[in-house]
């Protein structure tokens, strides 16, 4: 069974930094491209960032890009988000995903002072 | 950037009743790479429809997604009342590979 479970979600100042991980099981990790999606309260779902099964090609969305950078551990089967210069919009439930596939239960991320 | 757009924005209908959601892209879909979700509040999405028509494992044939190009729709026969939710089409076909979703479609009693 293909599992995919987020981590690292939390409290973070505006301006501040946050890493997210997302640790896989139950799937040849090197094999897949991965991607993040959040979706802040009340809103639609956000497609974020995506990386490619060799880890070398990344693509963002225009409101992530210069802030986060997404990336692959594959030692650890786990995808990565790194998330600097926080602002208060980046407050939401963070998805890892293999799209359209397979989802993670999301960790919260809340940007307040 | 590909662009989706859904209507309506909110769908009222009765359990029995069929719905049907629209999912309109601004430039052609690639390999019918557009998936249907329904989310619930508070749970992860979940997938219905991939590649425009296929349905994922465990989805009743209740529920069945058709077009291609530009133009997609998902269909539910009988509605049931654990049907009243969000969905959401995402295409996933794009390069470079930015996969956007719609605003989404509400579904409500």
């Known amino acids: 069974e293909v599992q995919l479970v987020e981590s690292g979600g939390g409290l973070a100042q505006p301006g501040g930094s946050l890493r997210l991980s997302c640790a896989t099981s139950?799937?040849?990790?090197?094999?897949?491209?991965m991607n993040w999606v959040r979706q802040a309260p009340g809103k639609g779902l956000e497609w974020l960032a995506y990386?490619?099964?060799?880890?070398?090609?990344?693509y963002y969305a225009d409101s992530v890009r210069g802030r986060f950078t997404i990336s692959k551990d594959d030692a650890k089967d786990s995808l990565i988000l790194q998330m600097n210069r926080l602002r208060a919009e980046d407050t939401a439930v963070y998805y890892c995903?293999?799209?359209?596939?397979?989802w993670g239960q999301g960790t919260l991320v809340t940007v307040s002072s | 950037e590909i662009v989706l757009t859904q209507s309506p924005g909110t769908l009222s209908l009765s359990p029995g009743e069929s719905a049907t959601l629209s999912c309109r892209a601004s430039?052609?879909?690639?390999?019918?790479?557009l998936a249907w979700y329904q989310q619930k509040p508070g749970h992860t999405p979940r997938l219905l429809i991939y590649?425009?028509?296929n349905r994922a494992t465990d989805i009743p044939d209740r529920f069945s997604g058709s077009g291609s190009g530009t133009d997609f729709t998902l269909t539910i026969n009988r509605l049931e009342p654990e049907d009243f939710a969000v969905y959401y089409c995402?295409?996933?076909?794009?390069?470079?590979?930015?996969?956007?979703f719609g605003q989404g479609t509400r579904l409500e009693i």
């Open positions: 995903a293999i799209i359209p596939y397979f």
């Open positions: 139950g799937l040849t990790f090197t094999t897949y491209a």
């Open positions: 990386v490619s099964s060799s880890g070398t090609n990344r």
């Open positions: 430039e052609s879909v690639s390999i019918s790479s």
């Open positions: 590649g425009a028509s």
């Open positions: 995402q295409q996933y076909g794009s390069s470079p590979p930015m996969y956007t």
